[in-house]
């Protein structure tokens, strides 16, 4: 299949999360995926974001758009700048079909608030989370520093601001991946839409622990568009 995927990272991550799964798909499917590079410095707003990552995107008229996490949230204007023949989200904030949403929700804004640093910064994303619950989002100890050294620290208030959706968006070939339950809620909401959905057991990483498997599921999920 002639396509070309665009595994996006979360903002507060960066290219190395989406690394193995790239090189799956090119030793597996013969399909070469671009990982689009995070803004320097961090983003300061979600127009940088959406601008770093339209930067990243290849010439193309078969683009795949791959989201995870934070990432999902810039789809909408994604597919509706750029010609795109559909999007996988992957354990990935799913944006409603239009309005305004919220780029971090209420609680997740309280629970950093008293954490951030003089200038204004957030902790980096490993460290948002008890270490026990990160320790095992990682297969090895090598991984785990490749992660955190592109890790972003944004400022706070980008967890504040707000991304307008283009009224139409969802009208692109879409499916849902999840790594668990962690985003059930935008599972349910992908198959109430009529998209292809897939379910793998892991953490919130788990493009780490078993790329092979994870771009395998992508491809299953496009093959449906």
């Known amino acids: 299949m002639a396509i070309v995927p665009v595994l996006i990272p979360s903002p507060f991550l960066g290219p190395a999360v989406w690394a193995p799964v790239a090189s799956a798909l090119r030793s597996d499917f013969g399909v070469t995926a671009a990982v689009p590079p995070p803004p320097d410095p961090a983003a300061p707003s979600p127009a940088a974001v959406l601008a770093a990552i339209e930067k990243g995107l290849p010439e193309s008229d078969d683009l795949v758009l791959v989201p995870h996490s934070n990432a999902g949230l810039y789809v909408p204007a994604l597919v509706t700048a750029r010609p795109v023949r559909g999007a996988v989200f992957v354990d990935a904030v799913l944006p409603p079909a239009r309005g305004v949403v919220p780029v971090a929700p209420a609680g997740l804004r309280d629970m950093l ?13 490993t460290r948002w989370w008890p270490e026990e619950s990160v320790a095992g989002l990682f297969p090895n100890a090598e991984t785990r520093a490749r992660v955190e050294a592109e890790q972003a620290r944004l400022p706070f208030e980008y967890l504040t601001a707000r991304v307008d959706l283009p009224d139409g968006w969802d009208a692109v070939s879409a499916g849902y991946l999840s790594f668990g339950d962690t985003y059930a809620d935008e599972r349910e909401d992908a198959r109430a839409r009529g998209w292809p959905v897939r379910t793998m057991l892991g953490g ?22």
């Not at 008293?114 to 957030?122: A, I, K, S, Y």
């Open 113 to 125: 608030r008293d954490r951030v640093d003089p200038d204004g910064h957030l902790p980096p994303w």
């Open 204 to 225: 919130h990483l788990h493009m780490l622990r078993d790329p092979a498997g994870v771009a395998a599921e992508i491809m299953e999920i496009v093959t449906s568009f």
